[in-house]
């Protein structure tokens, strides 16, 4: 069973930056689609960002569009979100996914509290 353990959320100010982090517990991760997903207060969860296994393709909300970043190091079994220019909309518990063909694990949500 792939564990993916989830971590960096927390408390920043409008216009700060986090790192969240989403560690998997096995090598095969590698070989997988990655994604980051949040749900917003009282909203349905939503997509953030991808990053396909060699990297090679990325793709991005609009929303977050030239503010975040996702990277992915597979030696490390990680992949990570790095968020600048953070807003108080951007409030949510972030999630971590890893996808291959049918196979989908997610990770434990961080909560990331973004103050105006």
């Known amino acids: 069973q792939v564990q993916l353990v989830v971590s960096g959320g927390g408390l920043v100010q409008a216009g700060g930056s986090l790192r969240l982090s989403c560690a998997a517990s096995?090598?095969?991760?590698?070989?997988?689609?990655l994604g980051w997903f949040r749900q917003r207060p009282g909203k349905e969860r939503e997509f953030v960002a991808v990053i396909n296994w060699s990297s090679a393709s990325i793709y991005y909300a609009d929303s977050v569009k030239g503010r975040f970043t996702i990277s992915r190091e597979n030696t490390k079994n990680t992949v990570f979100l790095q968020m600048n220019s953070l807003k108080p909309e951007d409030t949510a518990v972030y999630y971590c996914?890893?996808?291959?063909?049918?196979?989908?694990?997610w990770g434990q949500g961080t909560q990331v509290t973004v103050s105006s």
């Open positions: 996914k890893a996808l291959k063909f049918t196979t989908i694990y």
């Open positions: 096995t090598r095969i991760f590698s070989t997988y689609t």
